[in-house]
């Protein structure tokens, strides 16, 4: 498999964006989010995502985030989007100068979750690696892009047949920010099988 960026489509296309075969640079937009419902009650889908679709039921997918973020919520990582009411993504949220959230969110039927861990401030890269196993999805990260450590695994009840899958940057308060994706790569699934 080789990552061919000629397959990549928008999901809502940002206004400020430069697409290359080895980089990808996204400006987020104002007020722009992925999630549904929970606990908070509201619900937004209005996140630009870059992606491409398949159906090919074995894979994993990895890209370097480099990001300049700097206001509460700034987010950019991996995402998997079905439709509004199913997707899954994994990011690294900026919340105050103290600290980030590492995390991720899992959408299925119009219900989101969050899982997340503390990281420094001042990270400013990390790498992710989504891969798949039918309908069953595994999510890691690592900061050096050769040491990846699980963040989760989850599965998606739409996520059985063709699947849109790729990169996502939003900034949900009154900011925006410059996000770098690079290193982006297609190989065979590296969640192995468990016996």
């Known amino acids: 498999m080789k990552f061919d960026v000629k397959e990549l489509f928008w999901i809502r296309e940002l206004q400020e964006k430069s697409v290359e075969q080895d980089k990808i640079v996204m400006l ?3 007020g722009t989010d992925l999630w549904q419902r929970t606990y908070y009650g509201f619900r937004n889908d209005n996140a630009p ?4 679709e398949t159906n090919e039921k074995f894979f994993s997918f990895s890209v370097k ?36 959230r590492l995390g991720s969110v899992v959408t299925n039927h119009g219900y989101s ?40 695994i989850c599965h998606l009840f739409e996520g059985s047949k063709n699947i849109r899958f790729g990169i996502y940057a939003c900034s949900p308060e009154k900011s ?14 590296k969640w192995l099988e468990h016996k």
């Open 28 to 30: 987020t937009e104002p």
């Open 49 to 52: 995502a870059l992606v491409m």
């Open 65 to 100: 985030t480099e990001f300049e973020s700097k206001h509460r919520f700034d987010q950019c990582g991996i995402v998997l989007y079905q439709d509004s009411d199913n997707w899954l993504k994994a990011s690294v949220e900026y919340e105050n100068d103290d600290y980030q």
């Open 113 to 152: 979750d969050w899982a997340t861990t503390d990281i420094e401030a001042d990270i400013k890269t990390m790498y992710y690696r989504l891969s798949r196993r039918e309908s069953d999805f595994c999510i890691e990260c690592s900061y050096d892009g050769v040491n990846y450590k699980q963040m989760r």
């Open 176 to 189: 925006s920010f410059k996000a770098t994706f690079t290193e982006m790569e297609l190989t065979e699934c």
